[in-house]
């Protein structure tokens, strides 16, 4: 049973159980500390919005959605000169599939020799 | 299907049909001694009735017995290895114990006899079966699918469904 | 008339996938409740086989089981001279274990998933054939029965990839697949004819007691490596996998992503058990470690910049690949040497480790897409929204599959990728970094999905009709279920499921 | 010239011309039933490069009739060769199928329009 139990919660090395506990206090104490503020801040529906830069949002939040595809805009067009022919490359050809299927047998085959 | 060759081509083939069935039936069951068996009989069964496709246009509701007539033959395939468990699965289990398939093998070279064959020849006929009616499936689903044998030239078919984007 | 279960086990988990597919036909023909009976039925029981081979294997050792021998274990070299030979080793009974895993998830998903399909006899024969030949693959000894799953396994993977044919798309992405693995098979018949002209011998162990490395073997292996990584998804070759990923249904991803990476367990069989120390396995392991960290990187970044649901997942499953390739290809370069002993070893572990922790999480990743696009019909990821307000339990999984893929700390993902990163680390420090900054890459556009779907305003057309229905869930539930069993005990996995595994594969 | 050797290379001559036929036809041919031809010549050379393995001189058949037991041809690589040819049959009945659906579906068969899962 020892081993067994070793097994379950090894010392020496990665435990997610070691982890959970911790969150766990961790998680208490901040229930703690929240349970301490005083509960007269009510949500109110018009509550001051803090003002960053630029126009204010429009009226309506839930038209606010970001689509999802171009959340990541700016990393791709910084790198467009990697991601142009990286997307290019899919060309969706069967014959270019079979392209680099030939190609990579060639390489290998020429490394392995020669190595 | 409207589809229908002349009375000539009919007659003929419904006189053709018999001796190509006959002689697919003798590879299957020779399997095990001369060059042939279950795939190879099999597939002359069917060209029998890509024979009758040709002739009639079509094999009329026989679909679905066709398709369990291949399930068949392939779960009779399996039960029978399966029997062999006894010792290992695929067993010959039949051979050298008497009966229909269990005949004893005399020394020496000899034409060899059909009864000799233990489970093989069972297996053959199971797999002759299922490939008969797999092979004449897929020709019919195929001639059915292309329309090749309608006469008239069919509307071409709506330029491909966007899947919904 | 003694029939000892536990030594037939192997032959058994291929027998009764098998003759539940064809008896699906005839018993459809009575009733379309016998048929879903019998499909449970027969993973059941499955399930239950590989449960009792992977409990011998465990705890007996491995054993190889002749088919139409006379008694199971071969007598005498001659006996496995011509016969075909089955092992139930580390390596089978760990990739057996995978699949019926997610085998019996996707089966229950299904259930409902497809209830709006017709042709659903085809959909379970099919289903039971490929996990059939994934499980052949895997289970086999000798390499023309390998050759030969492999085609089933293709065969029944493009036709499930198919089976929405009334989608242009779905067909297209189908023949691609075909055409690619029957090419694919055409180069391995030629390995085979390579090795078998050579020693007259198609069995893994008499085959890997007299390979000495000659050129015509080092041409064979090439191929074999190329055409397995090409069934796994590595990159140079991974073009099939996005495209019949994202147009499968998506309880056929779930187990597609097993059987290419049952091509993974069989390249590592081959390029460990069947060459070993013939061929310079630093070259191998580059190779190897090369094509991982291709595969690791390019799928990341395509990742990042897809629209559809199913198709950023699927560059995902080839990154993550991309893992497992590179935690092994350290431990073959480094095979037979004293380093080992020191990381070599855990490098495999991490490796092996992974894949099965990869199907776990990547599985139910799949399971969640398939589920909302089941529930909205919408791919794209400008087009969906507001889905976290009515689907609530589908968010849950997928929150729990994100996390794990893109490794952080309490789930199972992170306990392999540490792994990887602490042996990789003292092989090649450049490598382990590579493989850091594409854990964030993976993190961040799994990001980018859990917003542009579950956040947002409230989609009134969706908003009530609630979440997807109860047998969904409950397949969504066995997958996450096994991805946090993994996550809590992970030592207890290694040890017990991927040591053997890797002893299997040769490793002292 | 030692044609005795030459001629023995023959048969695998034979599989690596079929082979490159092929190779060549799947690589550089748009039409999709063109590549399934190549498949097929494909698939030829692959059984004709297992059988002519198996090969040995001045033997017989494995035919367990005709000969004494000692002097047969390797019957093992006929075996797999059969079961190379059903599975080349399996494979290429699925594939014409798909052509047949692509074109259904696409209304031509040609790699150039038959690529609509790019992004």
Same mark, same amino acid.
């Given at each position: 049973m020892?081993?067994?139990?070793y097994?379950?919660v090894?010392?020496?090395?990665?435990?997610?159980?070691?982890?959970?506990?911790?969150?766990?206090?961790?998680?208490?104490?901040?229930?703690?500390?929240?349970?301490?503020?005083?509960?007269?801040?009510?949500?109110?529906?018009?509550?001051?919005?803090?003002?960053?830069?630029?126009?204010?949002?429009?009226?309506?939040?839930?038209?606010?959605?970001?689509?999802?595809?171009?959340?990541?805009?700016?990393?791709?067009?910084?790198?467009?000169?990697?991601?142009?022919?990286?997307?290019?490359?899919?060309t969706?050809?069967?014959?270019?599939?079979?392209?680099?299927?030939?190609?990579?047998?060639?390489?290998i085959?020429?490394?392995?020799?020669?190595? | 299907?409207?589809w229908?060759?002349?009375?000539?081509?009919?007659?003929?083939?419904?006189?053709?049909?018999?001796?190509?069935?006959?002689?697919?039936?003798?590879?299957v =069951?020779h %399997?095990?001694?001369? !060059?042939? $068996?279950?795939?190879? @009989?099999?597939?002359?069964?069917?060209?029998?009735?890509? #024979?009758?496709?040709?002739?009639?246009?079509?094999?009329?509701?026989?679909?679905?017995?066709?398709?369990?007539?291949?399930?068949?033959?392939?779960?009779?395939?399996?039960?029978?290895?399966?029997?062999?468990?006894?010792?290992?699965?695929?067993?010959?289990?039949?051979?050298?114990?008497?009966? =229909?398939? %269990?005949?004893?093998? !005399?020394? $020496?070279?000899?034409? @060899?006899?059909?009864?000799?064959?233990?489970?093989?020849? #069972?297996?053959?006929?199971?797999?002759?079966?299922?490939?008969a009616?797999?092979?004449?499936?897929?020709?019919w689903?195929?001639?059915?699918?292309?329309?090749?044998?309608?006469?008239?030239?069919?509307?071409?078919?709506?330029?491909?469904?966007?899947?919904?984007? | 008339?003694?029939?000892?279960?536990?030594?037939?086990?192997?032959?058994?988990?291929?027998?009764?996938?098998?003759?539940?597919?064809?008896?699906?036909?005839?018993?459809?023909?009575?009733?379309?409740?016998?048929?879903?009976?019998?499909?449970?039925?027969?993973?059941?029981?499955?399930a239950?086989?590989?449960?009792?081979m992977?409990?011998?294997?465990?705890?007996?050792?491995?054993?190889?089981?002749?088919?139409?021998?006379g008694?199971?274990?071969?007598t005498?070299?001659?006996?496995?001279?011509?016969?075909?030979?089955?092992?139930?080793?580390?390596?089978?009974?760990?990739?057996?274990?995978?699949?019926?895993?997610?085998?019996?998830?996707?089966?229950?998903?299904?259930?409902?998933?497809?209830?709006?399909?017709?042709?659903?006899?085809?959909?379970?024969?099919?289903?039971?054939?490929?996990?059939?030949?994934?499980?052949?693959?895997?289970?086999?000894?000798?390499?023309f029965?390998?050759?030969?799953?492999?085609?089933?396994?293709?065969?029944?993977?493009?036709?499930?990839?198919?089976?929405?044919?009334?989608?242009?798309?779905?067909?297209?992405?189908?023949?691609?697949?075909m055409?690619?693995?029957?090419?694919g098979?055409?180069?391995?018949?030629?390995?085979?004819?390579?090795?078998?002209?050579?020693?007259?011998?198609?069995n893994?162990?008499l085959?890997?007691?007299?390979?000495?490395?000659?050129?015509?073997?080092?041409?064979?292996?090439?191929?074999?490596?190329?055409v397995?990584?090409?069934?796994?998804?590595?990159?140079?070759?991974?073009?099939?996998?996005?495209?019949?990923?994202?147009?499968a249904?998506g309880s056929?991803?779930?187990?597609?992503?097993?059987?290419?990476?049952?091509?993974?367990?069989?390249?590592?069989?081959?390029?460990?058990?069947?060459?070993?120390?013939?061929?310079?396995?630093?070259?191998?392991?580059?190779?190897?470690?090369?094509?991982?960290?291709?595969?690791?990187?390019?799928g990341v970044?395509?990742?990042?910049?897809?629209?559809?649901?199913?198709?950023?997942?699927?560059?995902?499953?080839i990154?993550?690949?991309?893992?497992?390739?590179l935690?092994?290809?350290?431990?073959l370069?480094?095979?037979?040497?004293?380093?080992?002993?020191?990381?070599?070893?855990?490098?495999?572990?991490?490796?092996?480790?992974?894949?099965?922790?990869?199907?776990?999480?990547?599985?139910?990743?799949?399971?969640?897409?398939?589920?909302?696009?089941?529930?909205?019909?919408?791919?794209?990821?400008?087009?969906?929204?507001?889905?976290?307000?009515?689907?609530?339990?589908?968010?849950?999984?997928?929150?729990?599959?994100?996390?794990?893929?893109?490794?952080?700390?309490?789930?199972?993902?992170?306990?392999?990728?540490?792994?990887?990163?602490?042996?990789?680390?003292?092989?090649?420090?450049?490598?382990?970094?590579?493989?850091?900054?594409?854990?964030?890459?993976?993190l961040?556009?799994?990001?980018?999905?859990?917003?542009?779907?579950?956040?947002?305003?409230?989609?009134?057309?969706?908003?009530?009709?609630?979440?997807?229905?109860?047998?969904?869930?409950?397949?969504?539930?066995?997958?996450?279920?096994?991805?946090?069993?993994f996550?809590?005990f992970?030592?207890?996995?290694?040890?017990?499921?991927?040591e053997?595994?890797?002893?299997?594969?040769?490793?002292? | 010239?030692?044609?005795?050797?030459?001629?023995?290379?023959?048969?695998?001559?034979?599989?690596?011309?079929?082979?490159?036929?092929?190779?060549?036809?799947?690589?550089?041919?748009?039409?999709?039933?063109?590549?399934?031809?190549?498949?097929?010549?494909?698939?030829?050379?692959?059984?004709?490069?297992?059988?002519s393995?198996?090969?040995?001189?001045?033997?017989?058949?494995?035919?367990?009739t005709s000969?004494?037991?000692?002097?047969?041809?390797?019957?093992?690589?006929?075996?797999?060769?059969?079961?190379?040819?059903?599975?080349?049959?399996?494979?290429?009945?699925?594939?014409?199928?798909?052509?047949?659906?692509?074109?259904?579906?696409?209304?031509?068969?040609?790699?150039?329009?038959?690529r609509?899962?790019?992004?």
């Open positions: 020892s081993a067994l139990a097994q379950l090894p010392v020496s090395g990665w435990n997610p159980l070691v982890l959970i506990l911790l969150a766990l206090i961790v998680g208490v104490l901040v229930y703690m500390i929240y349970r301490l503020g005083n509960h007269s801040y009510k949500e109110t529906k018009y509550k001051r919005e803090p003002f960053l830069s630029g126009n204010s949002p429009a009226d309506d939040p839930d038209s606010l959605h970001i689509g999802g595809s171009n959340l990541y805009w700016g990393f791709t067009r910084a790198l467009k000169r990697y991601f142009e022919p990286l997307v290019r490359g899919h969706g050809l069967l014959n270019d599939y079979l392209y680099w299927f030939v190609i990579t047998v060639v390489v085959m020429v490394v392995l020799y020669f190595v | 299907m409207n229908k060759m002349s009375l000539v081509v009919r007659t003929v083939t419904n006189f053709l049909i018999v001796p190509i069935i006959v002689f697919g039936i003798y590879l =069951i %399997g095990h001694l001369t !060059p042939g $068996g279950g795939f190879q @009989g099999g597939a002359v069964i069917a060209s029998s009735t890509a #024979l009758l496709i040709i002739a009639y246009g079509s094999l009329g509701k026989h679909k679905k017995d066709l398709s369990s007539m291949e399930a068949l033959g392939l779960t009779m395939f399996i039960l029978i290895a399966l029997f062999g468990i006894g010792s290992t699965m695929f067993y010959n289990y039949l051979a050298g114990t008497g009966g =229909i398939f %269990g005949g004893v093998v !005399p020394e $020496g070279a000899n034409a @060899g006899f059909i009864n000799t064959g233990g489970t093989v020849p #069972l297996m053959n006929i199971f797999v002759g079966l299922e490939v009616a797999a092979l004449s499936l897929i020709l689903m195929m001639s059915k699918e292309t329309k090749v044998l309608e006469t008239e030239k069919s509307s071409p078919s709506a330029e491909g469904q966007e899947v919904r984007d | 008339m003694n029939i000892d279960i536990v030594q037939h086990s192997p032959a058994l988990i291929l027998a009764v996938p098998l003759l539940f597919a064809f008896l699906t036909p005839l018993v459809d023909r009575i009733s379309e409740k016998g048929r879903d009976a019998l499909f449970f039925l027969g993973l059941i029981i499955m239950f086989f590989v449960a009792i992977a409990y011998e294997v465990y705890t007996v050792g491995e054993w190889s089981y002749v088919f139409g021998g008694t199971v274990t071969p005498g070299a001659d006996s496995s001279f011509f016969r075909i030979l089955f092992v139930a080793d580390g390596v089978s009974a760990m990739a057996s274990i995978t699949l019926t895993i997610s085998a019996i998830g996707a089966a229950i998903y299904s259930y409902t998933f497809m209830k709006d399909e017709t042709g659903l006899n085809k959909f379970n024969t099919l289903f039971f054939l490929m996990v059939a030949g994934v499980n052949g693959m895997v289970l086999t000894g000798d390499l029965n390998l050759f030969v799953w492999f085609e089933v396994a293709s065969v029944s993977s493009a036709a499930l990839i198919a089976f929405k044919t009334y989608e242009g798309k779905a067909v297209e992405a189908a023949l691609k697949y055409i690619i693995s029957v090419i098979g055409l180069f391995f018949l030629l390995s085979i004819g390579f090795l078998y002209g050579q020693y007259g011998v198609l893994y162990q085959l890997a007691e007299n390979i000495t490395g000659t050129n015509l073997d080092k041409i064979a292996l090439t191929i074999l490596v190329v397995l990584a090409l069934k796994a998804g590595a990159v140079p070759l991974h073009f099939i996998i996005p495209d019949a990923y994202s147009m249904p056929v991803t779930a187990v597609l992503v097993v059987a290419s990476q049952a091509g993974l367990w069989v390249l590592f069989r081959v390029v460990f058990t069947l060459y070993g120390v013939a061929v310079n396995t630093l070259t191998i392991g580059w190779i190897v470690i090369v094509l991982g960290i291709l595969s690791m990187f390019i970044t395509m990742a990042l910049v897809q629209k559809t649901v199913k198709r950023l997942m699927a560059y995902h499953a990154s993550q690949t991309g893992y497992m390739l935690g092994v290809g350290v431990g370069a480094v095979l037979g040497k004293p380093e080992m002993g020191l990381y070599g070893r855990t490098a495999m572990e991490g490796g092996v480790f992974h894949i099965i922790n990869h199907a776990m999480y990547k599985g139910l990743l799949f399971l969640t897409a398939g589920a909302i696009i089941f529930k909205t019909g919408i791919r794209k990821l400008d087009d969906l929204g507001g889905l976290g307000h009515s689907m609530k339990w589908t968010m849950g999984f997928f929150i729990i599959g994100a996390l794990a893929i893109a490794g952080i700390p309490p789930f199972n993902g992170f306990a392999s990728k540490l792994m990887i990163y602490k042996s990789v680390y003292r092989f090649n420090p450049l490598l382990s970094i590579i493989a850091m900054v594409v854990s964030i890459l993976t961040a556009s799994f990001v980018k999905v859990f917003h542009s779907i579950f956040m947002g305003p409230k989609d009134e057309d969706i908003y009530d009709t609630g979440d997807v229905p109860k047998p969904m869930l409950a397949g969504m539930t066995i997958l996450a279920a096994f991805v946090i069993l996550s809590l992970p030592g207890a996995v290694v040890s017990n499921i991927v053997p595994a890797v002893e299997a594969l040769g490793v002292i | 010239m030692n044609w005795e050797a030459i001629l023995m290379t023959m048969p695998y001559m034979t599989v690596v011309i079929l082979f490159m036929i092929g190779l060549f036809t799947v690589l550089f041919k748009k039409n999709l039933i063109k590549i399934i031809m190549g498949i097929a010549i494909m698939q030829n050379a692959a059984n004709l490069f297992l059988v393995l198996a090969y040995r001189r001045g033997e017989h058949a494995p035919v367990f000969a004494e037991s000692t002097e047969m041809v390797m019957p093992t690589a006929h075996a797999l060769t059969l079961t190379s040819i059903v599975i080349g049959l399996a494979t290429t009945a699925l594939l014409l199928s798909f052509v047949i659906m692509i074109k259904k579906h696409y209304g031509s068969i040609n790699t150039d329009d038959v609509r899962c790019k992004e």
